[in-house]
């Protein structure tokens, strides 16, 4: 048995939510239900200064199901202990109905309208008051013991150049493979990155249904890279080396490892099973046209965390800040020029697999120990930071349907 195999069976002290989840953070939430409670919601936490307590929500005043589920799947995230939902008073979703989904799930929780509770300033203590509440609850939340059997890791890429199919996501590829292994799950998306992989792709289906589905997802967005114009490559990917979407696409999808996929899930829907999962968030085909498909790299790490990420890898050749909330970010890069440039906010030097410093195998190895610190309460380079950047987008995508698949030549 190597090293890494060793990892499998160690095991570590996570949160026990009533669902039966389990969590390696013990959040609380200020989810603010319109921009015009936003910056309420933003001095509250500020006041708070607690690294636990972050701030999410929606700037839309209409209504829009998938920025509704998306808040839904963020209260019940094991990582999510308590909430605390802030309105103006006159928005579509409602602050007391998000509290009562967290309540449901066994989770402390409050909520109220700035409108109704005297204006800036009382809006401020009054939330202060909550969240303190709900913290105290939160102190006595059970501890159990949590395994690599027992994570869900999602994975995106960002700022791509030439070392990030040749090192970054290969080493979060040769990650995933020993996680699926060890009985853990992991999800990989940007199905926008995968033009001209088709074959590649359906090949590794684990069952007939998932190959439909994958050849469905590819279809749709190909069809719309194809309606808005514009494929996921960019100034920046060619100034790093990378010459044509297809060479990008490349280096994405290998980010998956090599086993078999077992399905497609939408954003805010739960793996439907252990092992790799691919994530389509490419909006669907609907009248209203609402959204892009990644209009930033915080709108890919919102999604994966949706579907129940506990950890995201975060693979950027050229380099990057960001973090999220909710989720610790670790950020990897196959560069180690960019490595020593942004030594402050990347986690882990792939690069050194191109210099032939480190095996792939010992590389995996550091990867689990990492992973392992973190979701034990380590903090990651973007939460010693403060970073906690998200964004939810007005989008369409049904929950459930996929869209038949045609036949591929």
Same mark, same amino acid.
């Given at each position: 048995?190597?090293?890494?195999d060793?990892?499998?069976?160690i095991?570590?002290?996570?949160?026990?939510?009533?669902?039966?989840?389990?969590?390696?953070?013990?959040?609380?939430?200020?989810?603010?239900?319109?921009?015009?409670? &936003?910056?309420?919601?933003?001095?509250?936490?500020?006041?708070?200064?607690?690294?636990?307590?972050?701030?999410?929500?929606?700037?839309?005043?209409?209504?829009?199901?998938?920025?509704?589920?998306?808040l839904?799947?963020?209260?019940r &995230?094991p990582?999510?202990?308590?909430?605390?939902?802030?309105?103006?008073?006159?928005?579509?979703?409602?602050?007391?109905?998000?509290?009562?989904i967290?309540?449901?799930?066994?989770?402390?929780?409050?909520?109220?309208?700035?409108?109704?509770?005297?204006?800036?300033?009382?809006?401020?203590?009054?939330?202060?008051?909550?969240?303190?509440?709900?913290?105290?609850?939160?102190? &006595?939340?059970?501890?159990?013991a949590?395994?690599?059997?027992d994570?869900?890791?999602?994975?995106?890429?960002?700022?791509?150049?030439?070392?990030?199919?040749?090192?970054?996501?290969?080493?979060?590829?040769?990650?995933?493979?020993?996680?699926?292994?060890?009985?853990?799950?992991?999800?990989?998306?940007?199905?926008?990155?995968?033009?001209?992989?088709?074959?590649?792709?359906?090949?590794?289906?684990a069952?007939?249904?998932?190959?439909?589905?994958?050849?469905?997802?590819?279809?749709?967005?190909?069809?719309?890279?194809?309606?808005?114009?514009q494929?996921?490559?960019?100034?920046?990917?060619?100034?790093?080396?990378?010459?044509?979407?297809?060479?990008?696409?490349?280096?994405?999808?290998?980010?998956?490892?090599?086993?078999?996929?077992?399905?497609?899930?939408?954003?805010?829907?739960?793996?439907?099973?252990?092992?790799?999962?691919?994530?389509?968030?490419?909006?669907?085909?609907?009248?209203?046209?609402?959204?892009?498909?990644?209009?930033?790299?915080?709108?890919?790490?919102?999604?994966?965390?949706?579907?129940?990420? &506990?950890?995201?890898?975060?693979?950027?050749?050229?380099?990057?800040?960001?973090?999220?909330?909710?989720?610790?970010?670790?950020?990897?890069?196959?560069?180690?020029?960019?490595?020593?440039?942004?030594?402050?906010?990347?986690?882990?030097?792939?690069?050194r697999?191109?210099?032939?410093?480190?095996?792939q195998?010992?590389?995996?190895?550091?990867?689990?120990?990492?992973?392992?610190?973190?979701?034990?309460?380590?903090?990651?380079?973007?939460?010693?930071?403060?970073?906690?950047?998200?964004?939810?987008?007005?989008?369409?995508?049904?929950?459930?349907?996929?869209?038949?698949?045609?036949?591929?030549?």
């Amino acid at each position: 048995m190597n090293e890494s195999d060793s990892l499998k069976t160690i095991s570590w002290q996570g949160y026990q939510r009533q669902s039966g989840a389990k969590g390696i953070r013990n959040k609380t939430l200020v989810i603010y239900t319109v921009e015009c409670a &936003h910056f309420i919601a933003d001095k509250i936490v500020a006041r708070i200064n607690d690294s636990e307590v972050e701030v999410v929500g929606f700037s839309g005043c209409t209504d829009n199901e998938y920025a509704v589920r998306m808040l839904i799947a963020l209260i019940r &995230h094991p990582n999510v202990g308590g909430v605390l939902a802030v309105g103006l008073g006159c928005e579509y979703i409602q602050p007391e109905w998000l509290s009562n989904i967290a309540k449901e799930e066994g989770k402390p929780t409050n909520w109220f309208f700035i409108q109704q509770a005297g204006g800036t300033k009382s809006s401020i203590e009054l939330g202060v008051k909550y969240v303190k509440r709900i913290q105290d609850e939160l102190s &006595h939340t059970p501890r159990v013991a949590m395994g690599f059997s027992d994570l869900i890791i999602g994975s995106e890429c960002g700022g791509s150049d030439y070392t990030s199919g040749l090192a970054g996501n290969v080493a979060v590829g040769n990650f995933f493979d020993w996680l699926v292994d060890a009985g853990g799950t992991a999800i990989f998306e940007e199905i926008v990155e995968a033009i001209g992989l088709i074959d590649i792709l359906s090949a590794r289906a684990a069952t007939e249904a998932a190959r439909e589905q994958i050849i469905a997802t590819y279809n749709k967005a190909l069809d719309y890279c194809k309606s808005v114009r514009q494929y996921s490559v960019s100034p920046g990917n060619f100034a790093g080396g990378l010459s044509t979407i297809e060479e990008k696409s490349m280096g994405a999808v290998i980010k998956s490892g090599s086993r078999p996929v077992q399905g497609v899930l939408k954003v805010s829907s739960s793996p439907r099973g252990k092992g790799l999962w691919l994530l389509d968030s490419t909006p669907d085909p609907h009248w209203m046209q609402f959204g892009i498909t990644n209009p930033n790299d915080n709108e890919g790490l919102m999604a994966l965390i949706s579907c129940g990420s &506990h950890i995201i890898f975060f693979v950027t050749g050229r380099g990057s800040v960001v973090g999220s909330v909710v989720a610790p970010v670790i950020k990897i890069t196959g560069n180690s020029q960019t490595y020593a440039n942004m030594s402050e906010d990347m986690d882990v030097d792939a690069g050194r697999l191109l210099s032939g410093a480190l095996s792939q195998q010992a590389l995996s190895t550091e990867i689990a120990e990492l992973v392992m610190a973190i979701a034990s309460g380590k903090k990651s380079k973007s939460e010693e930071q403060g970073h906690k950047e998200y964004f939810i987008p007005y989008k369409y995508q049904s929950r459930d349907v996929l869209i038949p698949a045609r036949c591929e030549n």
